[in-house]
């Protein structure tokens, strides 16, 4: 299973941007997903999460600003990103809990996207 994100770039502040994770490969069923980000020298933190149902809930200091969402079809999640602030530059990353068709049936994994900057300029 591969989670592919996009979407990252640079934007003004009071600027949006819309990130994008879509995941592929063996995928019996995808349960939660959701978007973490990172600043140098810290850990990853959680911005937002949704399961399947599309229950959602959202870090304290984003909450009004970001909105996540998600299409069970096509196995994508969705951050939409809107009155961006400086201190929102971060490496960005998606994540799910995945029920993968294994060897010797069903199996359940986590998975991390590979990342995408969001940097905002003040």
């Known amino acids: 299973v591969q989670l592919q994100a996009s979407g990252g770039g640079l934007v003004q502040a009071g600027g949006s941007l819309r990130l994008s994770c879509a995941a592929s490969?063996?995928?019996?069923?995808?349960?939660?997903m959701g978007w973490y980000r990172q600043f140098p020298g810290k850990q990853r933190e959680l911005v937002a999460g949704?399961?399947?149902?599309?229950?959602?809930n959202y870090a304290d200091s984003v909450k009004g600003r970001f909105t996540i969402s998600r299409d069970n079809g096509k196995n994508t999640v969705l951050l939409q990103m809107n009155n961006l602030e400086p201190e929102d530059t971060a490496v960005y990353f998606c994540?799910?809990?995945?029920?993968?068709?294994?060897?010797?049936?069903?199996?359940?994994?986590?998975?991390w996207g590979q990342g995408t900057k969001v940097t905002v300029s003040s």
């Open positions: 949704i399961t399947r149902g599309g229950t959602t």
């Open positions: 994540n799910a809990d995945v029920v993968i068709h294994g060897d010797s049936g069903l199996a359940y994994n986590n998975y």
């Open positions: 490969g063996s995928i019996f069923r995808i349960n939660g």
